[in-house]
């Protein structure tokens, strides 16, 4: 019997890859392997070749684990807390203020190598929706507020918006290479080409829903009967007449 044979049986048998489970939690193969070999958090079975294999409990330990990082706990803070059969006293210190005042000194040095390596360091441990609710979200609105009348905050915003593009279109790419099923679609309508929050929704997307298409298409906002459209032959019509398909330019009133 050989290996696809032995994983399709154990499979079979409730035993689930590390693929699945990743697709399952939101959680990719490389946080979940990244929690394994630092900090003990999951000891998934092993198949003769090494594949790793995660049963049910697993998947709630994982549950219970996001339950942690969501209230704001490190993640190297979390063993205890699991291990416990105790109600335990939530830490008072977490990563995440560090975190945040790391990336904040990298945009203020202008030093986009300093501001990736810290993302990827928390990239590594964290999953998206993790990641967008305690870090992103936080770091996009003190800069917003920041930039409020502070000289040098337009080379500060187009570093930031800059990086963050390059990062979430590489991430949506690869994602959307895993993902099966019809496409989201994300339009932005407005005249800034770039728009922050729209980009974490398709990156939140392809990271466990399906695949996501982002546009940037301010032009649609005039043709509210393209957004209202009734199935693809309705939005095709719209498009058409509106001008917006590749030959149709001189049939837009």
């Known amino acids: 019997m050989n290996e696809s044979t032995d994983l399709t049986q154990l499979t079979a048998d409730g035993l689930l890859p590390i693929r699945e489970v990743a697709r399952i939690t939101g959680v990719n193969a490389v946080t979940l392997r990244a929690w394994e070999r630092r900090y003990g958090l999951i000891v998934p079975l092993r198949t003769p070749k090494g594949h790793r294999l995660y049963e049910e409990a697993h998947i709630q330990r994982i549950r219970d684990i996001l339950t942690w990082l969501n209230r704001g706990v490190s993640v190297s803070q979390i063993k205890p807390?699991?291990?416990?059969?105790?109600?335990?006293?939530?830490?008072r210190q977490n990563q995440w203020s560090e975190l945040l005042e790391e990336l904040l000194h990298a945009i203020d040095r202008?030093?986009?190598?300093?501001?990736?390596?810290?993302?990827?360091?928390?990239?590594?441990l964290y999953p998206p929706r993790t990641l967008c609710q305690h870090l992103l979200h936080p770091l996009l609105e003190?800069?917003?507020?920041r930039w409020q009348g502070q000289?040098?905050?337009?080379?500060?915003?187009?570093?930031?918006?800059?990086?963050?593009?390059?990062?979430?279109?590489?991430?949506?790419?690869?994602?959307?290479?895993q993902q099966v099923g019809r496409p989201l679609l994300l339009a932005n309508l407005d005249n800034e080409s770039f728009a922050p929050g729209l980009w974490l929704t398709a990156w939140l997307v392809s990271s466990t829903d399906g695949p996501a298409v982002h546009i940037h298409a301010p032009e649609l906002h005039r043709h509210r009967g393209l957004m209202l459209a009734e199935g693809p032959l309705g939005a095709l019509q719209e498009l058409h007449g509106a001008g917006l398909l590749p030959g149709?330019?001189?049939s837009a009133s």
Do not use: C
């Not at 003190?142 to 507020?145: I, K």
């Open 151 to 177: 000289y040098g905050a337009a080379v500060e915003r187009a570093l930031v918006h800059s990086w963050l593009r390059s990062k979430l279109a590489t991430r949506i790419y690869f994602n959307n290479r």
């Open 81 to 91: 807390l699991l291990d416990t059969t105790t109600p335990p006293e939530l830490p």
């Open 110 to 124: 202008l030093s986009e190598r300093r501001l990736d390596d810290a993302f990827n360091r928390a990239m590594a």
């Open 248 to 250: 149709s330019e001189g």
């Open 142 to 145: 003190a800069l917003e507020q």
